[in-house]
């Protein structure tokens, strides 16, 4: 794998802890990075993506497994070679900039100032779009301007790898878009790879290459963007991931059925017990409906439609609605399938329709 700039081999970790039980924070992860590319690391809070990117970047060995850079064992439970000597960059949530240096100073921090050094610090502020700022202060920059700071600050090295912890997070949404986007030109210019954690699907699809979803210290899908919206996984990736409705799924009167319907699915397939039903927003359509069990309890302006929260029992539902619609919260309503909508029933991956 010559053209592997990262690999993590079996790796757990864990935290002291007086309990008797392991308490395990990451569980067997195993993904590469290749050369040049970009992987997200994608799940909720607690899921232990930002101790992996502690692990990769130094900051603590693994308790079992091994991390490669470039097929060099930098970390495993004896082994442990120093933050500053793996070259690789971090960017951090807070961006972690020197209150006491300007600009050019926090850029510059940690690097020879010989010539060759000093011409690429200048021309990553100048590909940043910060140069002109170099001699202000942390406290004179806004929040995009210091993200940037803290990225030039991280590639100035000439470091091959770049991790960034939530590097958008506080960031009004503007700023959020226009730097995201550009990221990926920038580490190509530095023909850098890099991982960015998120907690943001549409953020981690839509500018990686790769995306490594966790969920409770386990790794639950690994592909390509397209791969995870065509072929989910499990249950998990369609609803954080895709914020795609599911339901559990019964077999009554020789059909498969919902609460809000039956699949067209042949009598003769298997589907399991713990099997459910995955459909997008658009496959359902809601209606008052003063003696049905959903009920409506939140209600969003899309521009050109309502995304509508309906609940019954434990479950849960969302449905885009034209704005002629008129249910307010706390109404009553009646939940239908829309015919010739497209649904998914997982584990099995039967793709069907309603």
């Given at each position: 794998m010559l053209n592997t700039e990262?690999?993590?081999?079996?790796?757990?970790h864990e935290f002291k802890s007086y309990k008797t039980n392991?308490?395990?924070?990451?569980?067997?992860?195993?993904?590469?990075?290749?050369?040049?590319?970009?992987?997200?690391l994608l799940g909720p809070s607690g899921c232990g993506k930002t101790t992996l990117?502690?692990?990769?970047?130094?900051?603590?060995?693994?308790?079992?497994?091994?991390?490669?850079?470039?097929?060099?064992?930098?970390?495993?439970?004896?082994?442990?070679?120093?933050?500053?000597?793996?070259?690789?960059?971090?960017?951090?949530?807070?961006?972690?900039?020197?209150?006491?240096?300007?600009?050019?100073?926090?850029?510059?921090?940690?690097?020879s100032k010989g010539e060759q050094s000093i011409n690429r610090a200048k021309w990553l502020l100048n590909l940043l779009g910060i140069y002109e700022f170099k001699n202000r202060f942390p406290h004179e920059l806004s929040g995009g301007q210091s993200q940037r700071v803290a990225l030039a600050r991280a590639l100035a090295p000439g470091t091959s790898l770049v991790l960034l912890?939530?590097?958008?997070?506080?960031?009004?949404?503007?700023?959020?878009?226009?730097?995201?986007?550009?990221?990926?030109?920038?580490?190509?210019?530095?023909?850098?790879?890099?991982?960015?954690?998120?907690?943001?699907?549409?953020e981690a699809l839509a500018i990686c290459d790769r995306v490594a979803v966790l969920r409770n210290g386990?790794?639950?899908?690994?592909?390509?963007?397209?791969?995870?919206?065509?072929?989910?996984?499990?249950?998990?990736?369609?609803?954080?991931?895709?914020?795609?409705?599911?339901?559990?799924?019964q077999y009554i009167d020789d059909s498969f059925t919902t609460c809000i319907g039956k699949l067209n699915l042949p009598s003769d397939i298997s589907v399991s017990s713990k099997?459910?039903?995955?459909?997008?927003?658009?496959?359902?359509?809601?209606?008052?409906?003063?003696?049905?069990?959903?009920?409506?309890?939140?209600?969003?302006?899309?521009i050109n439609h309502y995304v509508y929260t309906v609940v019954s029992d434990n479950l849960k539902l969302r449905s885009e609605m034209s704005l002629d619609t008129h249910l307010s919260i706390g109404?009553?309503?009646?939940?239908?399938?829309?015919?010739?909508?497209?649904?998914?029933?997982l584990p099995e991956k039967i793709k069907s329709k309603f």
């Open positions: 990262l690999e993590v081999q079996n790796v757990w392991n308490n395990w924070v990451l569980k067997d992860i195993n993904f590469a990075l290749k050369t040049g590319e970009l992987v997200g990117l502690r692990l990769i970047a130094g900051f603590e060995k693994p308790k079992k497994g091994l991390i490669k850079k470039n097929g060099q064992i930098i970390s495993d439970f004896h082994y442990l070679l120093p933050p500053e000597r793996r070259q690789i960059g971090m960017v951090f949530q807070d961006y972690a900039l020197f209150p006491h240096l300007n600009v050019w100073d926090n850029v510059c921090f940690g690097i912890d939530e590097p958008f997070c506080a960031l009004d949404v503007e700023v959020r878009s226009r730097l995201r986007s550009e990221l990926s030109s920038v580490l190509k210019s530095c023909s850098a790879s890099a991982i960015l954690v998120t907690h943001d699907p549409h386990v790794i639950q899908q690994y592909s390509t963007p397209f791969n995870m919206v065509s072929n989910p996984t499990n249950d998990f990736i369609g609803q954080f991931v895709l914020q795609r409705n599911i339901l559990p799924i099997s459910v039903c995955m459909f997008d927003k658009n496959a359902i359509r809601i209606y008052p409906s003063s003696n049905n069990n959903f009920t409506v309890i939140a209600k969003e302006y899309r109404d009553k309503c009646k939940v239908e399938t829309i015919n010739e909508k497209d649904f998914l029933v």
